[in-house]
């Protein structure tokens, strides 16, 4: 199966900060990445498909890039309703599987 | 508009089996993958599998193999998760959620089910 690591598990971050989180997976899996984000009690949302694809209706100051087995999702200008879990998936070969997540929280 | 609508709480012992129904609305039910995701409290998300109600493919992660069915009704557009010989480490909160084309992200879910296993 591969395996996807995100880091930080964690970080906190002021509004307007700009904020990274990455997703290394164990093997190549192309441009087959999501993004999500989560907040207590709902289900997760979908952000960012094929890698770098902004789902509709998602503000431009999320940006997915990479490719390859390294990948990044950028909130650009970080807000406070932003404070979430955010959780990378892969879709490039059975089964399916999710980074740990990370959390962002607003300082 | 797009809506899954899963069906409510339950409570199971263990050994007991429960099947949780997903509802969609707003689309048609047989152009898109189904898929189930679950979350144990305060833990991450496992993809538990998927199923496609056009072509009746439908494969299972390998650890629930043994005790997993997904099914689904065209007539009702209403998809199922049954898991059997159920453990206290199945409670979690049990998602559905549709593939997105091609594209394998999951661009639309339900509210998700609790479900808890105690004796």
């Known amino acids: 199966d591969i395996q996807l690591t995100q880091s930080p598990s964690s970080v906190s971050a002021s509004v307007g900060d700009r904020v990274t989180i990455t997703c290394r997976a164990s093997q190549d899996i192309s441009s087959w990445l999501a993004w999500y984000q989560q907040t207590p009690g709902k289900a997760p949302k979908l952000l960012i498909f094929a890698a770098s694809s902004l789902q509709s209706g998602v503000p431009s100051r999320f940006r997915g890039s990479g490719s390859g087995t390294d990948f990044t999702l950028t909130i650009s200008s970080l807000q406070p309703e932003d404070s979430a879990t955010y959780y990378c998936q892969h879709a490039d070969s059975f089964p399916w599987t999710f980074g740990q997540g990370t959390k962002v929280e607003i300082k | 508009q797009v809506q899954l609508v899963q069906s409510g709480a339950e409570v199971r012992k263990p050994g007991a089996s429960v099947k949780v129904s997903c509802k969609a609305s707003g689309y048609t039910f047989t152009s898109y993958d189904f898929n189930w995701v679950r979350q144990a409290s305060g833990q991450g998300l496992e993809w538990m599998g998927w199923?496609?109600?056009?072509?009746?493919?439908?494969g299972y992660v390998q650890k629930f193999q043994d005790r997993v069915a997904m099914t689904w009704d065209t007539s009702t557009s209403t998809a199922y998760m049954e898991l059997s010989t159920l453990r206290s480490d199945d409670t979690a909160v049990y998602f559905c959620?549709?593939?997105?084309?091609?594209?394998?992200?999951?661009?639309?879910w339900g509210q998700g089910t609790l479900v808890t296993v105690s004796s």
């Open positions: 199923m496609n109600p056009d072509s009746g493919n439908r």
């Open positions: 959620a549709r593939t997105y084309h091609a594209t394998g992200a999951l661009d639309q």
